[in-house]
């Protein structure tokens, strides 16, 4: 399984990417800088991991909004999505929920014809060993979902499609 997701970085677009290597091994790309990590998940939702013989703790949470909160020690980050035509899923401005890696759907927690707001949590999927919520984006109806809790998914597969409500 790999992830890929696009932030924005002063205007720019900033990409992140994972690509297994091994149990617990990892390539990891952050713009044009390559590493390899060894990387363990904690129960408490943190990640140990080592980078360049150093060990760290970190914990990344996806809020409502999109933006991903990493705090790295006594170090705090708030890093946007990329809004550009990049190559990151997730949800869109235009109601289209896609997976944001291949993957293992827990939960979807809407059915075709409900309402939703920009920030309500619409599936939560289990990738690298981690659990990711995925929103809304947009406020409207659930027009479509395709897919049900217990699926594997690529990354890019259609999840739902949200119809915009009227202004």
């Known amino acids: 399984m790999s992830y890929h997701r696009d932030f924005d970085r002063e205007g720019e677009r900033l990409a992140v990417s994972a690509q ?6 990892f390539r990891v790309t952050v713009g044009a800088t390559e590493h390899e990590v060894s ?3 904690l129960p408490d939702g943190r990640v140990r991991f080592e980078l360049d013989g150093t060990l760290h703790e970190a914990i990344a949470v996806t809020l409502p909004d999109g933006r991903v909160h990493l705090r790295l020690g006594d170090r705090s980050w708030f890093l946007p999505r990329h809004t550009g035509r990049g190559r990151g899923h997730g949800h869109t401005a235009d ?3 896609t997976a944001p890696m291949t ?3 827990l939960s979807v927690l809407v059915v075709a014809g ?7 949590t619409v599936a939560v999927m289990s990738a690298m060993k981690m659990e990711h919520k995925l929103t809304a984006g947009i406020d409207g109806t659930v027009a479509e979902v395709p897919v ?4 594997t998914v690529e990354q890019g597969a259609l999840l739902l499609r949200i119809e915009k409500a009227d202004s």
């Open 103 to 105: 993957g293992t759907v």
């Open 39 to 41: 990387a363990w998940s």
């Open 114 to 120: 409900q309402p939703v707001k920009s920030t309500d």
């Open 20 to 25: 297994p290597l091994g149990e617990h091994r």
């Open 148 to 151: 049900a809790a217990g699926a």
């Open 95 to 97: 109601g289209v929920i």
